[in-house]
């Protein structure tokens, strides 16, 4: 009888557990929803074209991905920000934060996860995480037509103040997000970021 109970209380465990399991792989998966932010005015310093010294400094404009929010200064809880083409990180010579940023190619809706040994990096004195200039970072310039586009495939992963991972794919340079073909860099205006992002709030690298 002694035996029998053992034998019995060994399947209920295992039968408990396989229930577990069955629960566990059953789970709903959260779906994360991307977030769309239109229109951040970044106007870039005003240049004088003859000898090439700043007449007036625009100040760059902050944001937070863990709020959805801007922020007022670089003071307060922000990951990136933008002034002209330039964007920056809330890190080393740009703020006082953790932020850290990569680059890597691919859609945004396949890129479902950071890659293992991205190389994640702070802005410096030397180079910011977001590299600049044309086809360098996230936007190329077309010296024809002076106009301004993302480049396409280009993902930015972003690792937030807080310790999260946000993807970011900017959209568009102009206001209201036209399309490409109907800008025209003498008439539209421009530094104006749309841009889309998904923040994992579990702190994973899942997307």
């Known amino acids: 009888m002694k035996k029998q109970i053992q034998l019995l209380s060994l399947m209920s465990l295992l039968a408990l557990t396989i229930s577990c399991e069955k629960q566990k792989d059953n789970d709903p998966v959260v779906q ?16 004088n074209r003859t000898t090439g010294q700043v007449e007036q400094e625009n100040p760059f ?21 933008f002034k002209g083409t330039t964007i920056i990180v809330n890190s080393g010579v740009s703020g006082p934060g953790n932020a ?12 479902r996860e950071v890659p293992t040994g991205l190389d994640f990096r702070s802005d410096s004195q030397s180079e910011f995480a977001i590299p600049t200039g044309s ?24 690792k937030t103040n807080g310790g999260k991972y946000a993807k970011v794919e900017i959209l568009s340079y102009y206001k209201d997000n036209p399309p490409i073909s109907e800008v025209n860099a003498m008439t539209t205006p421009g530094s104006y970021y749309t841009f889309q992002y998904i923040l994992q709030p579990d702190g994973s690298k899942s997307f």
Not at 63 to 74: C, K
Request: charged share 15%; proline share 4%.
């Open 61 to 81: 404009r902050y944001y937070s991905l863990e709020t959805n929010t801007e922020v007022n200064n670089a003071d307060q809880n922000w990951d990136i920000g």
């Open 135 to 158: 086809g360098n970072g996230w936007y190329n310039y077309n010296s024809s037509s002076h106009i301004i586009s993302p480049v396409p495939g280009r993902i930015l992963l972003v």
């Open 32 to 47: 994360l929803d991307a977030v769309v932010v239109e229109n951040i005015h970044a106007p870039g310093d005003v240049i």
């Open 100 to 111: 850290s940023a990569a680059m890597m190619q691919g859609t945004f809706e396949e890129t």
